[in-house]
């Protein structure tokens, strides 16, 4: 037990007097006394007595003794006591206590009185109660009115009466707890914006106290009264699906605004859906069918506002596809208006980007015709503008079609890039579509079997499996739309191939590489191998070239090339190098015999930088070596006349390109 507060009695009993007693009763009623409840059971003592001031308290107030029995002596006391026994610590010289909690509590007086050495024990039950706040809440509604509900635990429903201040200097009440399970109204006059109300609790007598005012507004709350009511407004409804219907409204703060849903007999119930201030309803329905809705106030007094919002319907949009057009339809706007919330105009939106506009709210179709094209997903949306309300509609989606057969390729060239064809080809002016198939077939020649080597999605292609340089390709091209329909096969256009088919020059096809022009004429691209310089030569229609075999300089030349339609587009050939050996001109005899006729060993020759020349005896000794290509064998040997008969000779020479030539065979020198 504890006990808070102790204060001296005046009778002058002695605690070494209650200590003598209490070891004779324990002698007297046996060894069991702590098991024994002696509030029910005393077992031979005699009845004791003491009055309590008051048999209810609030916490906080004292539990006082304020009167004895006359014939009970050295009385002592345990304030919580707990049916288990007697304790031999009992409190003496004591006529109150405090509690710390609330609760019910046994207070056990043990003493001497009757005959000689017989004990007393009295029993009394009080009560502490709690001074807890009073949770409850407070709701705003309509006409300034504010409707409290109050929630009671197990310590504030104690309370016998309950007394709430309403923050305009009224209380209302005292009210029983059967009063206040109800919902409490109070009526503000207008110099009231924001008042803060609570709660007080009260006990009854013998307890006869209260909850204080500072403990009260522990759970106050401060509401904003309701003056005027705005119309509220559904601001927005958009379709989001086949079954669902999201509405955005703004209504009056604190107000509770209830969503209203017209039914098949036209009459709007309820759908459970209620907000307040601003946000968004979202009502699972039928969506594919026009959906009516409205707003409507009810307060938390249960009071029903009369001002309602304008009707407001959804839209539902129909679309089907015609020959390169797609047709919309649907239903007038079926909600209401007024001179504040009049119909201003539906608006189509093809995608997000707005297509089209209808003023007149009893128009309900609209063709959309700009760049339908075949086999492409198009999506529409159907808006309508009421007053300051946006309806939209679900998205509704067509495939655009197109009857119209389609067009056949223009202008196609194939010209040679990094040694492979590349074809290119005007699109057809009709029945085209965003999204189409080219169909690439190649043959050897143009007069030859095509076969498909590919179906891409553009109008241009890079062979890649064909070399250039080994052969002239020809391609035919088709064209399929989305709708599936297919242009004829585009003329035939061929590669050219640059070759020689001559060692005195080069040649090139004559196929035209265009369609459906043919070749104006052809011009020649000439890079020099050695010096890289570049020249061009026109040629008109000739589809052969011989390069100056007289010309020294020219001994490998690399050759492209270009023909040209008479719309000016140019197709390329391959590269082709053509080069020229060496010439190397050995005379087979010469006469060193002093007739200055023949007499020197000279060989002559075109198309190289570097020369060696050397000289052999028969039994294969060097005799005469030069590196000098105008300097030749004069017949001696160390400055004496070499002997008639036959020498052998080896002539090494590298041409502008690197290239290393040798030459051997045998001399006849004679005298």
């Known amino acids: 037990m504890r006990i808070l507060r102790m204060w001296p009695i005046g009778i002058g009993v002695k605690t070494m007097c209650l200590t003598a007693f209490l070891a004779s009763l324990f002698l007297l009623i046996g060894v069991n006394v702590q098991a024994q409840n002696y509030c029910v059971d005393r077992r031979g003592t005699a009845e004791g007595g003491f009055t309590l001031e008051k048999t209810r308290i609030c916490l906080g107030e004292a539990a006082k003794i304020i009167a004895v029995q006359p014939d009970v002596t050295n009385a002592g006391y345990d304030f919580q006591y707990n049916g288990n026994g007697l304790s031999q610590n009992l409190t003496t010289n004591v006529t109150y206590v405090n509690y710390t909690k609330p609760g019910s509590y046994t207070i056990i007086q043990v003493g001497t009185g009757g005959s000689a050495g017989t004990g007393t024990i009295a029993c009394k039950e009080i009560t502490v109660l709690s001074r807890d706040p009073i949770k409850f809440t407070a709701k705003a509604c309509s006409g300034r009115q504010v409707i409290v509900n109050v929630t009671l635990d197990a310590n504030t429903g104690q309370y016998d ?31 009231v914006a924001t008042p803060t109300i609570y709660i007080k609790g009260r006990y009854n007598a013998p307890a006869s106290c209260e909850l204080s005012d500072v403990d009260a507004r ?175 509609s679900a998205q509704s989606c067509v495939t655009g079609v197109n009857n119209e057969p389609t067009g056949n390729f ?162 390329y050939s391959n590269y082709f190098t053509f080069r020229r050996d060496p010439k190397i001109l050995v005379p087979d005899a010469f006469t060193p015999n002093g007739d200055n006729m023949n007499a020197t060993f000279l060989v002559k020759g075109s198309f190289f930088n570097q020369f060696r020349m050397t000289i052999f005896s028969r039994w294969g000794d060097v005799i005469y070596s030069t590196t000098d290509r105008n300097q030749g064998w004069d017949g001696t040997i160390n400055g004496q006349p070499a002997n008639s008969g036959q020498y052998m000779y080896r002539i090494e020479v590298t041409d502008a390109t690197d290239q290393k030539t040798v030459r051997t065979g045998a001399l006849l020198l004679l005298r």
């Open 161 to 191: 009466t309950f007394t709430i201040n309403w923050g305009d200097g009224q209380n209302g009440g005292p009210y029983s707890r059967a009063d206040v399970m109800k919902p409490i109204s109070h009526t503000y006059s207008a110099n």
């Open 218 to 392: 522990a759970t106050q709350q401060t509401v904003s009264l309701i003056g005027t009511i705005t119309t509220p407004v559904i601001t927005k409804l958009t379709t989001t699906g086949d079954n669902s219907i999201a509405l955005q409204y703004q209504s009056t703060t604190n107000l509770s605004v209830q969503l209203l849903q017209k039914d098949a007999s036209g009459i709007y119930a309820p759908t459970g859906q209620t907000g307040t201030g601003s946000g968004t309803f979202t009502v699972q329905t039928d969506a594919k069918q026009v959906q009516c809705f409205q707003l409507a106030y009810q307060d938390a007094c249960g009071n029903t506002s009369p001002n309602q919002s304008e009707q407001v319907c959804s839209l539902v949009l129909d679309t089907k596809a015609g020959s390169k057009q797609n047709n919309l339809s649907w239903s007038a706007y079926a909600g209401s208006t007024s001179a504040t919330s009049s119909f201003r105009s539906y608006r189509i939106y093809k995608g997000a980007a707005p297509t089209g506009s209808v003023a007149n709210r009893t128009t309900t179709t609209y063709t959309d015709n700009s760049a339908i094209e075949c086999g492409v997903q198009y999506c529409y949306t159907l808006e309508a503008t009421v007053g300051q309300t946006v309806v939209t």
């Open 410 to 571: 223009g202008d196609v060239i194939v010209s040679v890039e990094n040694n492979h064809p590349y074809i290119v080809a005007t699109l057809p002016t009709s029945g085209t579509s965003a999204s189409y198939t080219m169909t690439v077939s190649r043959s050897t020649n143009s007069s030859g079997s095509f076969e498909v080597i590919a179906n891409i999605s553009t109008n241009s292609y890079l062979d890649a499996t064909a070399d250039a340089s080994a052969n002239s390709y020809c391609y035919q091209l088709t064209y399929r739309n989305n709708c599936g329909q297919t242009s004829a096969p585009s003329q035939p256009v061929c590669s050219v191939l640059l070759s020689s088919q001559s060692p005195a020059g080069i040649d090139w096809t004559a196929a035209s590489p265009f369609s459906p022009s043919k070749v104006d004429y052809y011009t020649l691209e000439i890079v020099d191998s050695v010096s890289n310089t570049r020249q061009q030569i026109a040629l008109g229609g000739n589809t052969h070239f011989e390069p100056d075999q007289n010309d020294p300089n020219l001994q490998s030349q690399r050759y492209r090339v270009v023909a040209v339609s008479p719309e000016g587009y140019a197709s």
